[in-house]
Nanobody
């Protein structure tokens, strides 16, 4: 059974950096796509970023391009480095993973989700 665990959330000031981590266990990540989504209060899940493990391809939502960087670390961990954080980045950040995702920005394509980690950015 695949387990997804996020870590690294917290409260920061606008302009500060923060790094989130996502660890995958119970599955072979070689064929996985691992993504980050976020959900602000009263809003739908928003696609943030994804990495396709075997293609080594990365994807970003428009609102985070140039500020966030997704990377793989070994065979089980994905990091999301978030720089120049803004108050509008405040949300619960979720990591999701599944095999061979084509529509990487669609949350409905992922069956394995973490519990989420809160990121709060103050102005």
């Amino acid at each position: 059974q695949v387990q997804v665990v996020e870590s690294g959330g917290g409260s920061v000031q606008a302009g500060d950096p923060l790094r989130l981590s996502c660890t995958i266990s119970g599955g072979t990540t070689r064929w996985y796509t691992v993504a980050w989504f976020r959900q602000a209060p009263g809003k739908d899940h928003e696609f943030v970023s994804a990495v396709s493990w075997n293609k080594d391809a990365t994807y970003y939502g428009e609102s985070v391009k140039g500020r966030f960087t997704i990377s793989k670390d070994g065979s089980t961990t994905v990091h999301l480095q978030m720089n120049s954080l803004k108050p509008e980045d405040t949300a619960v950040y979720y990591c999701a993973a599944d095999r061979t995702i084509v529509e990487v920005t669609s949350k409905d394509k992922y069956n394995n989700w973490g519990q989420g980690t809160q990121v709060t950015v103050s102005s």
